[in-house]
């Protein structure tokens, strides 16, 4: 574990070195925010929208106390969102489309002696390959976050007006409750913080593949797991260092 | 001029190269043959500085590889072209771009040289007109050739090929040897080919080393491969039906 976490360690100073061509990079980040980032964009506002108007219905239906607003409604869907279901729950479903691709496609770049032939031209193939991606993803994920929250409210909302369990105007008033921009911060810190370890992880898994097909095989699952794991770690302590 | 001295290397304890050492010249295409196994492959890798050797070193025109800084390595990399067994072509990008990547990370050519540069490459390897094609869309003989222009493009003056014929029917493995073997001598690039392809060892073997167990068994030429008194080496070249026909017909 311990020469595990040391050769993680030398692989991340490797790839946060300066790109060898600011050109060629540039080239790569923008095809990684297209591939890593924009091509999330539907799954996440799908899935936050039914978030939102499920966490609307359960909250809806535990609300059985008549001194308890109906406003409570959106308030809770809301800062349920902000606070955890967006960075957490997306960057877990992020950790598994995003982090089994990199790690699938840096190790087949391995198995193919592709990632050989970049350090026989004298390249820093973990810097060349991995820093485009980690870049796209660590400074665009917040976002998608974003958007994943707006998709949330909105999937609240909507239920209000399919449902009738509550009505629109006390959502919109609950959502207007206590509204705290620190949240926000502290979303986008945790955002960042798991993008960095899902593409990362993934990378290290992937560059590091032994084996054929069932290697890679693996490193992506393995990819998915660790990722997952580190980040419901680091959930808990960012939580307690920025909201205790 | 490669001068290989003593090289040892070993992984997790098991020794696969036991002190070999080798000259290689330019202008001359040399062939490493032996059983799989042998530590062909390996001791290739060791060549082009992929793996670190255990003991003994290795020099570029007198530049020993283990004592130049990381600077001069990098510099000295840029000088060797090499062949993987599979081709090794990035799959996202199309012949053009796969060929002209080293262009893009090393040179200062415009676009229009560039393109001039992998037009001649492309030319050279007989592949003229194929600059779009995407790399799923390239045969396996049209897939080594491309890895071949690749990494010839930047003029290296070290050339190394690890198994350039394999899965290869006769007749293109024979156009790839030649293509290499002709590389070799029109520029004066120090070739190295992996090969257990005993017609490569035939045709352009203009010095063969021999491996065995990790060791070098056997030096000479293509000429008197088929003379030696060596037992592993004639079990080696006369394992192939066509070369016993060969040995039968002669006696």
């Known amino acids: 574990m311990i020469a595990e976490l040391g050769k993680y360690t030398l692989f991340m100073y490797q790839v946060l070195k300066w790109p060898e061509r600011w050109r060629v990079f540039w080239r790569q980040l923008m095809d990684e925010v297209d591939k890593l980032v924009l091509r999330s964009i539907p799954i996440v506002i799908l899935i936050s929208i039914f978030m939102g108007a499920v966490t609307s219905i359960q909250t809806a239906y535990n609300l059985t106390n008549p001194f308890i607003p109906m406003t409570m409604v959106g308030f809770t869907t809301a800062t349920s969102s902000i606070l955890e279901f967006s960075p957490t729950i997306i960057s877990l479903i992020l950790a598994g489309k995003v982090g089994s691709r990199i790690a699938s496609e840096i190790g087949s770049m391995r198995i193919n002696e592709q990632i050989d032939a970049l350090e026989v031209m004298g390249i820093n193939s973990s810097n060349f390959l991995l820093l485009p991606k980690l870049t796209a993803i660590v400074f665009f994920n917040p976002f998608i976050i974003l958007i994943s929250m707006f998709s949330a409210i909105v999937g609240g909302y909507i239920v209000a007006h399919l449902t009738g369990l509550y009505s629109p105007a006390d959502y919109i008033t609950g959502i207007r409750i206590d509204f705290k921009v620190f949240n926000i911060v502290y979303a986008m810190i945790k955002t960042v913080v798991f993008a960095f370890i899902i593409s990362s992880v993934s990378g290290f898994m992937g560059y590091f593949v032994k084996g054929g097909a069932t290697g890679l095989g693996k490193a992506s699952t393995q990819a998915v797991v660790w990722s997952s794991i580190i980040i419901i770690i680091f959930n808990l302590i960012l939580t307690q260092l920025l909201l205790s | ?251």
């Open chain 2, 1 to 251: 001029m490669i001068v290989a001295e003593d090289l040892y290397k070993s992984f997790d304890g098991r020794p696969v190269l036991k002190g070999i050492s080798a000259v290689f010249e330019p202008g001359t295409t040399h062939l490493i043959i032996g059983q799989s196994g042998a530590g062909k492959t390996v001791f290739l890798k060791c060549i082009s500085g992929l793996y670190d050797v255990d003991q003994g070193q290795i020099s570029y025109d007198g530049r020993v590889l283990q004592k130049l800084s990381k600077k001069e390595r990098k510099k000295l990399r840029k000088e060797i072209g090499m062949l993987f067994q599979g081709g090794a072509l990035f799959d996202s990008l199309n012949v053009e771009e796969n060929i002209m990547f080293p262009l893009n990370m090393f040179s200062k050519m415009s676009t229009d040289e560039k393109r001039k540069r992998v037009d001649f490459c492309l030319d050279l390897v007989e592949l003229s007109g194929n600059n779009k094609k995407a790399t799923s869309e390239l045969s396996g003989g049209m897939i080594k050739r491309v890895a071949i222009a690749r990494a010839i493009v930047l003029n290296p003056k070290y050339l190394l090929c690890d198994e350039p014929n394999s899965g290869l029917d006769p007749r293109t493995a024979e156009v790839i040897d030649d293509l290499i073997h002709r590389i070799t001598r029109e520029f004066n690039i120090t070739t190295i080919v992996n090969t257990h392809d005993m017609n490569s060892v035939l045709k352009i073997g203009d010095r063969i080393n021999y491996l065995y167990d990790g060791k070098l068994e056997w030096t000479g030429d293509k000429d008197s491969i088929l003379k030696t008194g060596n037992k592993r080496v004639n079990e080696f070249v006369f394992s192939m039906e066509l070369t016993k026909r060969l040995k039968r017909d002669e006696n």
